[in-house]
T-cell receptor, first 119, second 116 residues
Framework: GAGVSQSPRYKVAKRGQDVALRCDPI?????LFWYQQALGQGPEFLTYFQNEAQLDKSGLPSDRFFAERPEGSVSTLKIQRTQQEDSAVYLC?????????????????FGPGTRLTVT | AQSVAQPEDQVNVAEGNPLTVKCTYSVSGNPYLFWYVQYPNRGLQFLLKYITGDNLVKGSYGFEAEFNKSQTSFHLKKPSALVSDSALYFCAVRDRANQAGTALIFGKGTTLSVSS
């Protein structure tokens, strides 16, 4: 079956531009996560959705970052007024269940990522 | 605070030899532990996980990992390495007692290089 897909795969933005990154999770997956992976580092959590509800946005680095999942399926991560420090790979992951408590044992399935370069 | 340490940036091993990629973790409660592999220009692929029970967990592609609670470790192992195993490996943890927390906490990754 289809896995998690992300688009675009590569994005070059000039500093100050707004960007929108799209994630299509695995069909039927309740949970959706966004992570940021800087060069040479492991992924770092940005935000989490359970269906359409954004339950945790504690990892968003600034108010320039905004994510939505209006119908509980596709999600968009938007970065306003991009800065050079925003350059990273943005990973989306989905999971079958809520991920909370005992459901945290379920693995997350990752998309290929969007590599954002801010010049 | 939860954290994961992968003390080796790179592990080099000859094809056919056993391999170990080290991981230690820190959580306030009991952990769920995961290993993922990342190939160039591709997303992370799930390898295996420890939930409860047997400390030795078997996963995809012949990999296994051993949970050691006293040493707070979850080292990834394979009896006989293949050149195709060369990739970037990430260990990740989630605190099962954290009802609100859902994110995986990742280590910084270990590059495995298998030579022929």
């Amino acid at each position: 079956g289809a896995g998690v897909s992300q688009s675009p795969r590569y994005k070059v933005a000039k500093r100050g531009q707004d960007v929108a990154l799209r994630c299509d999770p695995i069909s039927g997956h309740v949970s959706l996560f966004w992570y940021q992976q800087a060069l040479g580092q492991g992924p770092e959590f940005l935000t989490y959705f359970q269906n359409e509800a954004q339950l945790d946005k504690s990892g968003l680095p600034s108010d320039r970052f905004f994510a939505e999942r209006p119908e509980g399926s596709v999600s968009t991560l938007k970065i306003q007024r991009t800065q050079q420090e925003d350059s990273a790979v943005y990973l989306c992951a989905s999971s079958l269940v809520s991920g909370q408590g005992a459901s945290g044992s379920y693995e997350q399935y990752f998309g290929p990522g969007t590599r954002l370069t801010v010049t | 605070a939860q954290s994961v340490a992968q003390p080796e940036d790179q592990v080099n091993v000859a094809e056919g030899n056993p391999l170990t990629v080290k991981c230690t973790y820190s959580v306030s409660g009991n952990p769920y532990l995961f290993w993922y592999v990342q190939y160039p220009n591709r997303g992370l692929q799930f390898l295996l996980k420890y939930i409860t029970g047997d400390n030795l967990v078997k996963g995809s592609y012949g990999f296994e990992a051993e949970f050691n609670k006293s040493q707070t470790s979850f080292h990834l192992k394979k009896p006989s390495a293949l050149v195709s195993d060369s990739a970037l490996y990430f260990c990740a943890v989630r605190d099962r007692a954290n009802q609100a927390g859902t994110a995986l906490i990742f280590g910084k990754g270990t590059t495995l290089s298998v030579s022929s």
